[in-house]
């Protein structure tokens, strides 16, 4: 079992920044890729950034230049830094990690979420 735990949720003005934190616990052998989604109401969710074991990244169009993934391969952390805030970006994100636990067999990775979390831009 892999448990993931998002933090960083709160309050920031537009154009401001905020980061948040994912940590993941468990029976972890490998996490392969680890990231961060968002939903908002009524919509389906999406990818927002992921980054995998080799450092390579992906991010989503509408969050290019201003958002900014790491990846602390010992912790097993994943950051998401947020910067310059829009009022579309305050949805439920959640994090999200692909990994492997022990006694699976090799090659066998399962995805796991965290339970999510939000937080508000306003003036």
């Known amino acids: 079992q892999v448990q993931l735990v998002e933090s960083g949720g709160g309050l920031v003005q537009p154009g401001g920044s905020l980061r948040l934190s994912c940590a993941a616990s468990?029976?972890?052998?490998?996490?392969?890729?680890i990231g961060w989604y968002r939903q908002g109401p009524g919509k389906q969710r999406e990818v927002v950034a992921v980054?995998?074991?080799?450092?390579?990244?992906n991010y989503a169009d509408a969050v290019k230049g201003r958002f900014t993934i790491s990846r602390d391969n010992a912790k097993n952390m994943v950051y998401l830094q947020m910067n310059s805030m829009k009022t579309e970006d305050p949805v439920v994100y959640y994090c999200n990690a692909d990994a492997r636990v022990y006694g699976m067999a090799y090659g066998v990775y399962k995805l796991y979420w965290g339970l999510g979390t939000q937080f508000t831009v306003s003036s």
């Open positions: 980054i995998i074991s080799g450092g390579s990244t």
């Open positions: 468990g029976s972890i052998f490998r996490i392969n890729a």
